[in-house]
């Protein structure tokens, strides 16, 4: 609220300023007019910073301005227009920053004030209005709505950056960069859907890093994190624009591989695998990684995103139960293993 209350006071001065001067009030009221109109702003705003409850205490700051528009409205002896100009844009601010509830105690704090300020004064109440202080409303009317507009267009932005990452957060893998199991699922389902619609091609394929448990015992799991690591940067790098990767869990990767067959999809995966295993770590020479891929096309027998992705894990289980470091297509129609042997885990 700092900017928009430094420019209303300030501009807010003139329109007080003309409204009063009619009046002839005595020298103390303009030395209070002055602080108020230049001074308050930056008061209410060290306020606000050094406070232990900063929301709270410009909640507060808010009431004190409506307290003291209405004393100036007092004051003016409720001049119809400088006032209704004022306390309007007062009450903007309440509603603005507190909604309903704020607006009903500004209101509140600007007729007490406005009764502070006429017993105080005792002005002619509803005075003519001049062509003075008409002009002296207008950049009020004009200007102060603007800076309004600006602080509220810039929230706006702040809330939908923030928005935003939020939303990449709650869908992106932590220690990877990666989506994470759900985003990734969820994509599946999608593409799955179109591949039913459009018919399209497409191929899912699942990636397990071998041996990724021995080493995490032999290296500990600050290596077996940048093993982790260093595969989703492999995925980001070798695989295309369209391809869609993410962590499934664990040591398991998930890719689906929009408009590819089976032959192109095979053939993209198979460098990745030997990217990997050519690898050498500069640390460690002595870590060798390999990787065993499951690939399934889409196909007219599939029912759901579920069984499309059974048939990804099956060729994943039969890549892992001949050997590893292989890359295996899918095999329609191949049931469900009930467990996975220790030794392939």
Known sequence: MYVPRTVGLGIGFFTVAAALYPSHPPAWVWVALVLHGYGWSHMAYLLAKHSKKPYAAERRNLIYDSLLGGFWAGAM???????????????????????????????????????VGWFMLLPALFPAI????????????VIYPMAIGLVC??????????KKALEKLSTTDSLTGLMNHGAWKDLLTVEFNNCQTLNRQNSVALIDIDHFKTINDTYGHIIGDNVLKQLSGVLTAGLRETDLAGRYGGDEFCVILPDTTLAQATDILERLR???????????????????????????????AGMWLHEADMALYDAKSTGRNRVTSAKPGVRACETLSPELE
């Open 77 to 115: 002896g409720l001049n119809p227009l400088p006032t209704v100009t004022a306390l309007s844009m007062l009450a903007m601010n309440n509603i603005a920053a507190g909604g309903p509830r704020l607006f009903l105690v500004g209101c509140g704090a600007q007729i007490a004030g406005a009764l």
């Open 274 to 304: 030997r990217t990997v295993h050519e690898h050498t770590h500069s640390a460690l020479p002595d870590l060798k990684l390999s990787l065993s891929i499951g690939i399934a096309p889409y196909a007219s027998h599939l029912t759901d």
């Open 153 to 162: 267009y810039r929230v706006a932005v702040q809330l939908s950056k923030s």
């Open 130 to 141: 001049t062509q003075v202080q008409v002009y002296a409303c207008l950049p009020m009317l």
